[in-house]
Every structure is written in C-alpha cells, then in structure tokens.
C-alpha cells in the first residue's frame, strides 16, 4: 500500500520540522494513537487504535526514527503487531520539506504492508482508512500551524 | 471465529432492545451473507448476534401504494424482490440488476436491509436505490425517522445509522415517466464486484433530458451522485458533444480508489465511457432492451 | 442395490457416465473432510508474517492456558519425535513446521491441536512469534542474480536421479538449471534472414480445489494410518516411511474421492503434519485447511521466457533459443522436476535444426509453486505460440500457414533428438483452422466492438519413467474387483480403469468393482499426474486383466472344458474347488522405456508418447473498455483412440475453462510477501457466465500404436493452447499484443492507447 502527498502549512520550516519530529506533536495529529513512549531519542512505542464502522483494529506499534536530516528530511519505520489477530504491520515513512515565501510543504510518502489475515482479506477496508487517516492527519495539521504555532492543537 | 451469543427476539422492539449501543462486539444479523464474511476475516469477533429472522413475516412484505410508491420490508430477501410483479412494475431496473447481483444463494439469503446496513460501496443495489430517489424507515429505541438512501450511505461499511437502529423498510416513490438503467462494469469474471458501477435516472422529452440522476460506485468509498454531470446535461440535448462532456466532468468530479480490479486511471476511463452509455441506455425509447 | 444391466459389446470406446457419479450428486460420496475418528483432535496452524526471517521466539504459554486447547508445537516439538523433518518429492528442504527461519509470509510455523476447532483457532492468535526479518526476493529473474539468498545450502533428494548433481550447493538461488544444445544457434542466427527476440511472463495462480487440504493421521506404536486427499498415496507412504525410519509397510495411506486435485494435491502437503501431531499427541490428529490457507500452501510457477528465433528467406525457423526462468517459491516441491521436464518441448512442435534451451528453477520468498495442470506446458506455449504468430505477422504470412511450413511431424527428431512418433500435430492445426473457417474472409468488424480470431498448438513429452502396479481379482462368482492406486479426484479415472477391465475379461465395466485407495491393499502407482494415468496404469490394468483372462483359460483347460467353451465363471470355480471359493488374480507392471539426456539435453528417448493439443478461439474487443468476450473456443486434441469419449470431452472442457481464467482474470496479488486477495471473495475463478456461447471440444482420428487399446492421456491437454489463442487473436481484432498475463480489460485498454501515443496514467 502506497500512499504519497503534499500538505502546505502556514509556518516556517525550521520550525514544522521541529514540530514533526517531536513525537507527541506527531501522535496528536494521527487518529487513535494513544500511550506514546519513548524508549529512547529515536525510540517509541504506542497504541493505535481505530475503527471502521464497527470493525475494530487495534495495533501495539514501535516507530523508530531511522534518519534525522534537519531541516528538510525524516524518514520512520513502523511496525505494529494487532491485538487478537495474528498480522504484522510495517510502514516507511519518507517526509521532505520545501519552504516558499513562509510557508512550508510537507511531501509525504508512506509504503505500508499488512500481513496476516487482515492483509489477505482486509485490503481493500484498511486502503479506505489509510485514506480516511490521511484526510484527518492533513486536517489536524493545517489547523494545528493555522491556530499559530506548534503544540497548540491535542 | 469464537463462539457467541445467538438471540432471536419476537418483536422490533424486543430486538432494538436487545442491542447495546455502546458495544460494537453486538450487532443485528439478517440473512449474514456479508457478516459471515466479515468474521472469516477475523475483523469482527461478536460477543452477541441479534438475529433478526423471526420479523420476516412482519417485515418481510412488498407492496405498492394507490399513486404508484412501493414499499418493500427491510426483511424481504434479495430473490423476492427479483420476482416481484409489484417491482418489475414499478422499477424494471432493479429486477434487471438482480440478475447479476451476487449470485442466487446469496440472494436467497440476503435481505435488503442487510444490505444497505452493510454499506460496501461495491454492491450493485444501493447505486440503482440512489438514482431511483429511494428512502428508508428507520426504528430507535423510543422514535422512528426516514431518510434518502443518499444520506444513509455515509462511507466504507459506514451508515447514518444509531448503533441501536434498525432499517424497517425501503420505500421507492413513483418512477412516472423517468427510465432508469444500471450498468456493473466488472473487471475479471463475469462474476466478480464491480470495477464501477453505474446508475443513471432520466425523464427524457424526446432527445432533451428533462431530469437526471447519475450513479457512481464501487469506484469510490461509498454511492455517489455526480452533481456536476447532473448539473451539465440537465435541460440539454442527449446529442454525442454534450455526452462527450458530461462524461469528461463526470470523470473528474469522482474521487476514484485504485484496488486490484483496476487503477484509478483505467477506472476513471471506465466512468467515462459508461456515463455515456448509461445516459444513452435511459433515453432510449421505453422497451429496448438493456 | 441397482441391478446391473448387461452390456452387449465392447466396453472400450463407450460414453459410459461416471461410475460414481450418483453417489458424488447425491450426497453420499466420501470426502477426507468430513472424515472423523473417535478421540480426533483438529489442528490450526499458526503461519508466519514475515516473508524471510529468523525465529528469534516462539512463546506459546498464553495459548497453552485457553481451555480447551490440547496442547501446543512448534518445529522443535516436531523435531523430538522426526529428528529429521524435511520433506519433498525433488528436495528435502520443506520443514513440517518451520525451524530456525521462515521463507515466505503464510508458512507454518507453530499448530494448536484441541477437540473444538474453534478454539484451537483461538489460540493460534494467542502464540506470539518474533522475527529478525530479512531481505526477501520475490522476482524469478532477480533471484537468479543471487543477491539475495533464500537458502543457504540445497538439499536434493536423490529420489529423482537426475538431480544428485545439485547436494550441498551454496550461494545460488537457482535449484536446477536444464540445458538443451542441439546443433548451433549462434550460427542459425547469424545466417537468418530475420531475427526475433521476445519476452513473456505468467503470473502466480493457484489450483482453488473445491475440496481444500485435509488429511487425518492416527498414529500407533506399530503403525500409522493416514486418510488424505492425495493424488500419490504410494509417494505419501514412502516418504512417511523415510521421515519416520520405518518399513513402507507400517504406513498405511487410504483415499477416499478428491473434490479436484489438478496437481495441488501431490506429493506431501499436510500429511507430515498430521503424522507427526499425531505421534506428538497420542492421539488421531486431522489438519483440514479453510479455502483461503490454499493461498499459502500450493500454486502454479509464475514465469518469465525469453524467446529469440531465427528465420531463413523462406519462412523457415532454423534456430531457437529459450531461457526460462521458474518462480518456484520458497521450496522446491516438484519444481525442478518441471524445469526439466518442461525444458524438453520449451521450442514448441516445430521442426528446428538449431535449439537452444536454459530452464532455471528459482527460490523466491513467496508461496511454494508445485504441479498444476500443464506442468509449466501452458507457460511455455503462451511464449512460444504467441512469439510464433508474432512473427509470421511480422512476416506478413498467414499464421496457420507459417505453422504449418515449420511443423514437427511423425518421423522427424523433436528438439530432444528423439523421433516424433503418434503425434498428429498437423491434423489438430487443420481442424482448428477448418472449424475456424481460417480459409474464409473475416469480418473485423468498423466500430467501436472489433472482432479477431487466433490460434495456437502445443506439443508436451508425458514424464518418464514412470512405474504403475494393477492386480485384478476375479472371484468365485465371476465378478471383478480392481486394485490400483489412480485417484479419482474428478477426471474419471476408475470409470475408465473399469472399461478396461470389462474390455478383456468380456463383462460391463459397470459390473467392475474399483476399490478405493488404500497402500494396505492397492498396489504401487508413481502418482495421478500428468496425463500418465490412462496410458501407464492402463497398461498395467490391462496386462493384470489379461493374466487373469489367462488363468480363467489355463482353469477350462485344467478342468478338461472343450476349447470355446463358455461355461459360466462360477461353475468353473465350483468345479475346481467344490463350492463358491478362491480367486483367480491377475497382475500387471507397466514401466516405459526411457533414456535420459546426456549433459546437452539430447535423448533418443524422451518419452513414451507424445501428447497434442491446441485452441482457436473468436472473439471480441470492446476498444472503449479493453473488454474482451470470446465468442467461440474450439479445443482439438489428440488421445488417441479415446477410451471414453464422453470423459474426454468433459476432460478438454474442463481444462479450457480452468486455463481461460488464468488467461484473463486470475491472479494472486502480492504486497511485501503477503497475498493481498487470498480467499473467493476476492480472487474469482470461472463460473458458469464466463463459459463462451460456444465452445467446441474434439478430438482427431488418431491411434496411440503403445497406447492401452491405442489411447493416451487427455487430463491436461485443453490447458496448453489457450491462451496465446485469446493473445493472437486479440492481436488480430486491434493490433495489441499482450505478453503478460492475466489479460486483463485494463491491460488490453492500456495497450490500445499506448498504440494510440496517449499512455494512461500509473495511479
């Protein structure tokens, strides 16, 4: 599963790329996430949980921050066991970041896989809600820079 | 799949009761074609289904009222429909689409609220029931209201729906002069989903469109009109320059999903083509065959 | 019981319907899954999620705890009581359950074994596996660059002796590679007034039996029994003797019906794992798959084929060169088996005086690839038909005619240097091309639905050697029972082993009683596969039948019966014995010669027969959609004399269905390892919509001069020609040549835009 974008916030890269690599910033843009640890600087544990109608996933996910390149670079590994249900969950996540005359675009791009019975059989479900997770995430994060400056939206 | 609770209320009422809405591990079952699915998956683990068989009798009944409005039973199974007088009489496109909907023993078991209660943007029904100006009945635990199928169909397996809500019946207003056609564009066996579905309702005056209503699923997340399609052939001539843009508009204004029945690019060449051949199919002169 | 109507006249070339039918229709007929034995435990498996990695863990406390749950294994439990637990027909790489690594996403690696099976499926989601992944490899032409390795070392089995050359082999990927060199190709191609060179691929597709994997094993200190639904019960019971150290006659394989086999159901697949649950337990064990777990179990050999010809001024191919590469998964199974056995006819039925041949076997991290219908015949006659008729169009010749002009025929040496005997390849071209109207003008029809038509014929070298054992047992009364370990597994076989029984002995094949299978009883047979059955365990039925109609002879004449005499069978025996006592049996062993090829691939005997098959096929192509609906099939064959021509035709039918949805729609989705469509919600085989209006299954006047009664094989015939007659003919409707499959509405709309300079987009 593929997913790629751009989102445009009102703010300067410096500090967007502050803001995204500050994990609990991050986890309060996505949907569901819940328990963020952090095991160590680019270590961290979480619940995500979410649904769709009433079909519920709930994932045990450890992100590690594999490149740190400020201020333009941050690349993640997901991987997230679910709960009840043997499955596997990896993603790559690849953002850049381009600054034009104060504002910031986001270019994102996600490769995930889903193994396991849900990823033999939940395809098409899981692709409607990574789209549905991706329409929330740009939401959240436009209206967290909009409101003026990081950290404001939870 | 674990082992659950299977109850069988009497009434409506014993059965709105009967499901707590804040446990989604409780859910009404209807003939269970698409739940039965959805548990072989292993994405739903009930701890509680609440059958609803023994109200086929009391929602199970088709009929048509004195000015020309048909009222089917949120319990009637798919087949009755099919083989409906009352059906083919007033809406001959939905017995039409029946014919390739799923298969015969998934029809039989199937009910049409069921159906539209599981709301996979796949199914063949819920485009037609748009297009035809449908609405449902729908019973709480202490109220009733009624909406559009339109409105009822909100996303991927999502519905307007209370959790403790239960569809009682369809109702399909009189068709009068409108002539309504569906097309299910499948992508491998004759068999499979849809790759696009497409519904299209037209009162045509000779080669003028008076009214339209345009379709699109299985494409997308979920049933949706295409507005601005509507908006370009209304009051216009069915001639091939103005389906040529109609189609080009339908084609944008959709938000198309790739899955493994086609990419989004082929799928949206498939919206084009069959905007045009649905619009075609509706103003043809009632009785040609589609 | 039904009386038995007498039948007048030879039993040998009747329609007769299927002698089990009824039972099957009914209801009664049975099945290994809905076997039960008293105190049976079920098992579910808990497969991996990775698609190459090491086991750092296994931890099975949680699930041990669920009540209900009898106990729980992993490969380390498997290894207390099989020390050795590696199977398979060509290597014994495949572990029953997986030790130190997992190969490819869906392998089992831990069972829970419990009464209910409900709840030992429960607990399966309770095991917590842990990984250390590793990189995985999924393409055949990039495993074979050995950048990323599968195994680490090869384990060949030695039970095919052609594949000792490969023990302990490191650092490759490439399990076995086939070579052919007959005379030069270089110089062919360098002397060729054209030269061609394409690539074609096929996707992964699987087998999708109606009935899905099931086998029962009730293990004892003395012996074990296995119930199973398997198409080689004598393979089974070696291989369970070699696992467990044992005598072959401590193992005991019964089978009952198949629902369909087409290959999936050879070798071992859950019987190991059965045995060794069972010994693990204490108890009969039975391991039934769900539908979707055939995802992760069997398929057919995705491939690639690079094909180059090279063509004089006249039309004559005077060189080809074929490289082929098998995806064969994460083990070996009967891969390396095909990669040879398919190399032999990889140029086709064409006479050429310069061929080239490389076969390579590939491990990938995916799904295991085995037998399935065709054995890599279908892949390679999608290349190298479709490459055929892309030259002769090229050539701007007709396409029957080019064939024709470079056709092998009876007398000449096929690519293998052995003589073309009993092959009437030319007679099915013509028939195809007759019953195509090929001479008169075709109609492509203006608007937006153009209409093609295409052709295609294919040769394949039946395996060899191959060893079949009958007995035929002629009671006291004078009734038959026959003896032989062919599975019925819905082509027909017991029907057809009856008429022949019938055929020597002079009685109705209706009164012959075919006994199922059973090692305790049913003597050895090599496996149901590959089109062999009907001539290799013909023979042997009908030489058993023959010793028994001997013996009856030998009996009259003891008994001083005047010559031509038909004394009633049961006077006869009462006569010898003083009542209605003793058999007269009769056995028979079939085993043809063979030679096999020198280290160029060339054998004067390759074969004992060759088998013969095209399509042709009409069709339509909505060029808006890219919709193709084809409006006639016509599958022509040669088998012979048939010995039933009722199976046949059902036989050629079945199989061209089976190989049209490989052709246009099927195929397993793969993202990161895992299959993304594993189950009939999502991958759709053909049902009775997709059958064309017209479809036309026939054979030629043909006799197979070794054969059974001048019969050969049919099983697989109708798979080889039919998609590169789609292909061609969909070549011939709107110019688009399609070189992958499936050939998808997507791919062929695709191709005419690319045609058109206006590519559509990628999303």
Request: proline share 5%; aromatic share 6%; hydrophobic share 40%.
């Amino acid at each position: 599963m593929n997913f790629a974008g751009d989102i445009t916030v009102v703010a300067p890269r410096d500090a967007v790329f502050k803001a995204l690599s500050d994990a609990p910033f991050f986890a309060s843009c996505i949907e569901g996430v819940r328990n963020l640890e952090a095991i160590d600087a680019t270590h961290f544990s979480a619940i995500l949980e979410t649904h769709v109608a009433y079909l519920r996933f709930k994932f045990k996910a450890e992100v590690e921050l594999t490149q740190l390149s400020p201020p333009e670079l941050i690349e993640a590994k997901v991987e997230g066991t679910p709960f009840g249900i043997v499955g596997r969950l990896t993603a790559i996540t690849t953002t850049r970041l381009s600054e034009t005359s104060g504002q910031t675009t986001i270019h994102y791009s996600v490769d995930a896989t889903i193994t396991g019975k849900l990823g033999s059989m939940g395809q098409p479900v899981l692709k409607a809600k990574a789209k549905d997770m991706e329409k929330h995430f740009t939401e959240r994060l436009v209206a967290a820079f909009a409101i003026g400056g990081r950290g404001t939206a939870h | 799949m674990t082992p659950f609770d299977l109850v069988e209320p009497a009434s409506l009422k014993e059965a709105i009761a009967l499901i707590d809405p804040d446990d989604p591990d409780v859910r009404p079952i209807a003939g269970g074609t698409a739940l039965m699915l959805m548990m072989k998956a292993g994405v739903f683990r009930p701890t509680r289904l609440v059958s609803l068989r023994r109200l086929r009798n009391g929602l199970g009944q088709i009929t048509s009222t004195m000015d020309g409005e048909l009222k089917i039973g949120a319990m009637t199974p798919l087949t009755a429909i099919e083989h409906s007088s009352e059906v083919k009489r007033a809406a001959p496109v939905i017995a039409r689409t029946m014919r390739r909907l799923a298969n015969v023993r998934v029809r039989n078991v199937a009910t049409i609220g069921g159906a539209l209660a599981h709301a996979d943007p796949h199914m063949d029904l819920p485009p037609v029931l748009i297009a035809l100006g449908a609405s449902v009945s729908i019973a709480g635990i202490s109220s009733e209201r009624s909406m559009t199928v339109e409105d009822l169909l909100t996303g991927y397996y999502e519905t307007a729906l209370a959790k403790n809500e239960l569809i009682t019946e369809l109702r399909i207003p009189t068709q009068g002069n409108s002539q309504a056609v569906y097309f299910k564009v499948t992508a491998g066996s004759v068999d499979d989903w849809p790759a696009l579905g497409l519904a299209a309702a037209i009162v045509g005056e000779g080669d003028t469109v008076r009214s339209v209503r345009l379709v699109v699923s299985a494409a997308t997340s979920k049933p949706m009109r295409l507005t601005a399609a509507e908006r370009a052939l209304n009051g216009q001539i069915a001639n091939e320059v103005h389906l040529k843009r109609v189609a080009d508009i339908a084609a944008e204004e959709a938000d198309i999903i790739a899955d493994i029945r086609g990419s989004a690019s082929y799928k949206r060449e498939l919206l084009r083509v069959f905007t045009a051949r649905a619009v075609r199919a509706a103003m043809e002169p009632r009785g040609a065959p589609h | 019981m039904k009386a038995i109507k007498p039948q007048v006249g030879h039993q040998v070339g009747r329609s007769l319907p299927r002698l089990e039918a009824r039972e099957k229709v009914t209801g009664r007929a049975e099945y290994t899954h809905l076997m039960q034995l008293p105190g049976m435990l079920q098992a579910k498996i808990l497969r991996s999620t990775v698609a190459h990695g090491r086991i750092k863990s296994i931890n099975t406390t949680d699930a041990k705890k669920i009540p209900g749950v009898f106990g729980v294994y992993t490969g380390d439990d498997i290894r207390t009581v099989i020390p050795d637990p590696y199977y398979g027909p060509a290597f014994h790489d495949q572990p029953i359950l997986a030790i130190g690594k997992v190969h490819f996403v869906g392998e089992p690696v831990a069972a829970v074994l419990a009464a209910d099976p409900h709840i030992a499926e429960q607990a399966t989601q309770r095991i917590i596996a842990e990984y250390e992944e590793l990189p995985a490899i999924f393409d055949e032409v990039e495993a074979a660059e050995n950048k990323v390795l599968v195994h680490e070392e090869l384990k060949p089995a030695g039970i095919f002796a052609d594949l000792k050359h490969l023990k302990g082999r490191k650092g490759t990927n490439i399990a076995l590679d086939f070579r052919l060199r007959r005379g030069d190709v270089d110089k062919g191609f360098a002397s060729a007034a054209h030269v061609f060179e394409h690539t074609f691929r096929t996707q992964k597709v699987l087998h999708l039996a109606l009935e899905p994997y099931a086998s029962i094993a009730d293990y004892r200190e003395d012996g074990v029994t296995i119930y199973s639904g398997a198409q080689s019960p004598s393979f089974v019971r070696t291989e369970i003797a070699r696992l467990l150290s044992w005598p072959e006659n401590r193992v005991r394989v019964k089978v009952p019906y198949l629902g369909g086999g087409y290959g999936g159901k050879l070798y071992i697949k859950m019987e190991a794992l059965a045995v060794a649950l069972s010994m693990l337990a204490r108890r009969p064990v039975k391991v039934a798959l769900t539908m979707e777990e055939q995802f992760y179990t069997i398929t057919k050999h995705p491939s690639t084929f690079r094909i180059k010809s090279g063509i004089d001024k006249d039309g004559k191919i005077i060189a080809r060169k074929c490289e082929v590469w098998w995806n064969g998964g994460a083990y070996a199974d009967v891969g390396p088996r095909l990669t040879q056995k398919s190399g032999f006819t990889a140029s086709g039925p064409y006479d050429i005086d310069n061929v080239s041949i490389d076969s390579y076997a590939l491990y990938t991290n995916l799904t295991p690839a085995g037998a399935l219908r065709g054995f890599g015949i279908p892949q390679l006659v999608w290349a190298y038909e479709s490459h055929t008729d892309m030259i002769a169009r090229a050539l701007k010749r007709d396409p029957v005619d080019f064939r024709k002009q470079n056709l092998l025929h009876d007398g000449r040496p096929q690519a293998t240097g052995t003589i073309l005997k009993n092959a009437a390849i030319e007679k099915v071209l013509d028939r195809i091309a007759e019953r195509l109207n090929w001479k008169k003008p075709f109609d492509r029809g203006q608007g937006v639905v153009r209409r093609g038509r295409g052709l295609a014929v294919a040769l394949k070298a039946v395996i060899s050697p191959t060893t079949s054992v009958a007995v035929v047992n002629v009671a006291a009364d004078g009734s038959a029972t026959l003896y032989c370990g062919t599975v019925d597994m819905g082509q027909g076989s017991d029907t057809a082993m009856a008429q022949m029984v019938g055929e020597v002995l002079d009685m109705p094949a209706e009164s012959v009683r075919v006994v199922p299978r059973d090692t305790d009883v049913t003597p050895y047979d090599m496996g149901t596969l590959g089109s062999r059955s009907l001539f290799h365990m013909g023979h042997a039925v009908r030489l058993a039948a023959e010793e028994a109609r001997d013996k009856i002879a030998a009996l009259r004449r003891e008994l001083g019966e005047p010559e031509g005499s038909n004394t009633p069978l049961g006077d006869l025996f009462r006569k010898k014995y003083g009542m209605q006592a003793g058999n007269i049996v009769g056995t028979g062993i079939y085993k043809p010669d063979y030679i096999p090829p020198d280290s160029s691939g060339l054998t004067t005997d390759v074969t004992p027969f060759w088998m013969v098959a095209g399509s042709g096929v009409e069709l339509e192509v909505d060029t808006e959609t890219g919709h193709v609906r084809i409006t006639r099939l016509i599958n022509v064959a040669d088998v012979g004399k048939p010995i039933n021509p009722k199976i046949v035709e059902t036989q050629l039918s079945g199989a061209s269905l089976m190989q049209l949805g490989f052709s246009m729609f099927e195929k397993m989705h793969v993202d990161g390892g895992q299959i993304t469509n594993a189950s009939l919600a999502d991958y759709k085989i053909p049902a009775i919509h997709d059958v064309p209006p017209v479809m036309e299954n026939m054979t030629v006047d043909a006799v197979q001069d070794n054969g059974p009664f001048g019969a050969k094989g049919v099983g697989e015939l109708a798979t080889f020609g039919v998609s590169p007659a789609i292909a061609n003919a969909i070549d011939d409707a709107i110019g688009v040549r399609l070189t992958e499959l499936p050939m998808t509405a997507e791919a062929v709309l695709r191709g005419l835009y690319v045609k058109d300079n206006r590519p559509l987009g990628d999303d």
